[in-house]
């Protein structure tokens, strides 16, 4: 199978930076897009940022300018670069990957368990 661990996460006083990391490992062929995700106490899952396999990126709107995803793909690993954090931004933080096991198999959808980010005022 594959596992997905992320790390990074914290406590951060508003205006600061973090930097998380999901480092992908097990049956792996290939992955393809990668993102972010995250969850707020009581609300629901929200997307944050995803990468393709090529590296093309997208952000969610409250998070463009501030955050940067990047991959290394020889790693299997996906960076989120977070600054200007604001308390907004606090919550678990998710990692998820499309990943092809074998050549020619269909992908299946692999979720990080969550690092918490929280952001003091």
């Known amino acids: 199978q594959v596992q997905l661990v992320e790390s990074g996460g914290g406590l951060v006083q508003a205006g600061g930076s973090l930097r998380l990391s999901c480092a992908a490992s097990?049956?792996?062929?290939?992955?393809?897009?990668m993102g972010w995700y995250r969850q707020a106490p009581g609300k629901q899952r929200e997307v944050v940022a995803g990468?393709?396999?090529?590296?093309?990126?997208n952000y969610a709107d409250s998070v463009k300018g501030r955050f940067t995803i990047s991959r290394d793909n020889a790693k299997n690993t996906m960076y989120l670069q977070m600054s200007s954090l604001k308390p907004e931004d606090t919550g678990v933080y998710y990692c998820?990957?499309?990943?092809?096991?074998?050549?020619?198999?269909?992908?299946?959808?692999?979720w990080g368990q969550g690092t918490q980010v929280t952001v003091s005022s």
């Open positions: 097990g049956r792996i062929f290939s992955i393809n897009a």
């Open positions: 998820n990957a499309r990943v092809v096991i074998n050549y020619g198999s269909f992908e299946y959808d692999y």
């Open positions: 990468i393709t396999s090529g590296g093309s990126t």
